[in-house]
């Protein structure tokens, strides 16, 4: 079994920093693209940003410029740091990755998420 495990939310003011940390752990023998989604109340979950196994980024055009997502590929964890914090970007932010493992006597990628971890914005 694969488990992501985040930590890092909170209460900020608006302007503040935080950075979320999502770490892997089990029966992993790689993984692929790591991301951040996040879902306000009454709303849609959303793609925060992405990044793959290159290290390639990718944003949602509302955090680009004050998220940063990165990774370290021997902790098996991907990272958000989030800076000028708007109260819009208040929501519960889940990690995903897609991990390589073996499923029975398969081997093969299933996407996991973590148990999202609670940010709010607010004066």
């Known amino acids: 079994q694969v488990q992501l495990v985040e930590s890092g939310g909170g209460l900020v003011q608006p302007g503040g920093s935080l950075r979320l940390s999502c770490a892997a752990s089990g029966r992993i023998l790689s993984i692929d693209a790591m991301g951040w989604y996040r879902q306000a109340p009454g709303k849609e979950r959303e793609l925060v940003a992405t990044i793959s196994s290159g290290d390639s980024t990718d944003y949602v055009e509302s955090v680009k410029g004050r998220f940063t997502i990165s990774r370290d590929n021997a902790k098996n964890t991907v990272y958000l740091q989030m800076n000028s914090l708007k109260p819009e970007d208040t929501a519960v932010y889940y990690c995903?990755?897609?991990?390589?493992?073996?499923?029975?006597?398969?081997?093969?990628?299933?996407?996991?998420w973590g148990q999202g971890t609670q940010v709010t914005v607010s004066s």
């Open positions: 995903n990755a897609d991990i390589v493992t073996i499923v029975g006597v398969y081997r093969g990628v299933v996407v996991y």
